[in-house]
């Protein structure tokens, strides 16, 4: 799976970016390919391979000034249970692929569905999520809101 991944950056992203068709690189559930393809003695070949899909990555990013969105999934910090047996709900996560990956990225957001909701025009009602930068070199440290519909996405204030 990862040298299919590999090739399709190499060689078929950078003719769809050339001709200016692609304006964002988005690769979901980056840790999907990393999760189950190595097994636990295989550590260090997993941290090659991650640091080589990531270079590959930013040297596309930047020869053709595209972003490039990678999906990496969090698990869970087990922490403290209330009374109830419930975990807290300021519950921590770390992102899945760890150490290695988190060196590769420029840029941390953290994307997550609130309990609230909104109503849309429609009538129907809608989730509120949010977009938290967690680490950028030059963004602030921020939460904005929005909601998805069947118009697409609008931001809250």
């Not at 390919?33 to 941290?47: I, P, V």
């Not at 391979?49 to 910090?77: E, F, W």
């Not at 809608?126 to 909601?147: C, D, E, G, K, M």
Request: include cysteine.
């Amino acid at each position: 799976m990862q040298d299919q991944l590999s090739k399709c950056i190499q060689s078929r992203l950078p003719i769809l970016l050339e001709r200016g068709v692609v304006k964002l690189v988005v690769i979901d559930s980056i840790a999907a390919l990393f999760r189950g393809e190595y097994e636990s003695r295989e550590t260090a070949r997993r941290a090659k391979d991650l640091q080589s899909l990531g270079a590959q990555l930013r040297k596309v990013s930047q020869k053709y000034s595209v972003p490039v969105v990678c999906i990496n999934q969090v698990s869970a910090v087990v922490g403290k249970r209330r009374g109830n047996g419930n975990i807290s709900s300021s519950q921590k996560v770390i992102p899945a692929l760890g150490l290695v990956w988190s060196s590769l990225v420029t840029t941390r957001l953290m994307v997550t569905r609130t309990e609230h909701t909104v109503q849309c025009a429609d009538g129907s009602p809608a989730v509120v999520r949010s977009l938290q930068v967690l680490f950028s070199p030059h963004l602030p440290n921020t939460t904005q809101y929005y909601i998805v519909d069947t118009q697409g996405v609008k931001g809250l204030r």
